[in-house]
């Protein structure tokens, strides 16, 4: 079985950072693609960035590029996401993804607000 426990989450003034963690059991974080995903109120859930190849391939959403920065640690089995100048549109419920070949799995998500 597959779990994903995001954490790092909180409440950052505009232009702070906060460091996301998703670790991961039932699935290899190198074997997979690993995304992060966000939902802010009254808002469609949006991708934010993904990893891929052993970490080797990253994406980023336009929104957060140069400011996001995802990163895989092969023995913890962890995937971050560093997330610097935040801006108050960043805030949102942030959730972890792993896309295996036998579907996707989501993580609770965890809370970041940015405040003005």
């Known amino acids: 079985e597959v779990h994903l426990e995001e954490s790092g989450g909180g409440l950052v003034q505009a232009g702070g950072s906060l460091r996301l963690s998703c670790a991961a059991s039932?699935?290899?974080?190198?074997?997979?693609?690993m995304a992060w995903f966000r939902r802010a109120p009254g808002k469609a859930r949006e991708g934010v960035s993904c990893i891929r190849r052993h970490g080797a391939m990253s994406d980023y959403a336009d929104s957060v590029k140069g400011r996001f920065t995802i990163s895989s640690d092969s023995v913890k089995n962890t995937v971050y996401l560093q997330m610097s100048n935040l801006e108050v549109d960043d805030t949102a419920v942030y959730y972890c993804?792993?896309?295996?070949?036998?579907?996707?799995?989501w993580g609770q998500g965890t809370q970041v607000t940015v405040s003005s």
């Open positions: 993804q792993a896309r295996t070949a036998w579907g996707d799995s």
């Open positions: 039932g699935v290899s974080v190198d074997a997979s693609i």
